[in-house]
């Protein structure tokens, strides 16, 4: 029981060293849901907060829409660059990892500990951002689906 605290604590104490807020005010919220007792809190974040997430994450990635900043034009005028097409096919094979991954963390439970473990060290040591899990998993997922393809 007591490794859950230690274990949070340092990948809060991790963070705070790395200067990473992300992680620190996620690991705040799951470690106060724990010592608060929350059992129930905790589960549905568990179980829902990815879905949550990324419904908060298309939301924002959707404001500048909605404040005029990005308009129909704009948007047709990405595929008239090649780094703009560039950017449609990493949008397109970011979304399908994702879905791979999230397919991956639902079903293969096994490897979510490997999946955080290097998404803390690229968060921590690499200054990167905590989806890592959900694309770790969808890159994951795409080396398992080759693997068994070339079987």
Avoid: C
Avoid at 24 to 34: D, E, F, M, N, S
Avoid at 59 to 65: D, H, Q, R, S
Avoid at 103 to 118: F, N, Q, R
């Amino acid at each position: 029981m007591a490794t859950e605290y230690i274990t949070l604590g340092a990948v809060l104490l991790l963070s705070l060293i790395g200067h990473n807020m992300t992680v620190v005010y996620a690991t705040g919220i799951v470690l106060a849901l724990k010592v608060l007792g929350l059992g129930t809190a905790l589960t549905a974040l568990g179980s829902h907060g990815l879905h949550w997430g990324i419904i908060l994450l298309t939301a924002a990635i959707l404001v500048p829409i909605a404040t005029g900043e990005i308009t129909l034009q704009t948007m047709i005028d990405s595929f008239k660059t090649p780094i703009g097409v560039v950017a449609v096919l990493a949008g397109l094979l970011a979304a399908i990892a994702g879905g791979g991954g999230l397919k991956l963390l639902s079903t293969t439970t096994e490897l979510i500990p490997a999946l955080i473990i290097g998404t803390m060290v690229g968060v921590i040591a690499f200054k990167g951002v905590a989806v890592g899990p959900l694309i770790a998993g969808g890159f994951t997922y795409f080396v398992m689906s080759l693997m068994t393809h070339f079987r």
